[in-house]
């Protein structure tokens, strides 16, 4: 099986994760900006063509969350 990578990209920054196996497990923070629409992907071959993305935005209403933002690749 490929390994992979998580990659977030939006108000004019890029983030990216470490390589990782099947297994394996890598962590990624990113402060986002309220009101930003943001990209995710995994950067491996053609994971993203195959499905391996998406996109996300902070809330901009001012809430306070408790948790932060979790994204899993399957």
Do not use: I
């Not at 390994?3 to 990782?20: E, I, M, N, Y």
């Not at 950067?43 to 063509?49: I, Q």
Request: aromatic share 10%; with cysteine; net charge positive.
């Amino acid at each position: 099986n490929d390994p992979h990578d998580f990659w977030v990209r939006g108000g004019g920054k890029t983030f990216k994760s470490r390589l990782h196996g099947e297994s394996g497990t890598a962590h990624l923070t990113a402060k986002l900006k309220k009101g930003v629409r943001y990209q995710f992907w995994c950067g491996v071959s053609d994971h993203a063509e195959e499905g391996m993305r998406g996109a996300c935005g902070k809330h901009s209403d001012g809430a306070k969350h408790k948790q932060p933002q979790r994204f899993r690749l399957l």
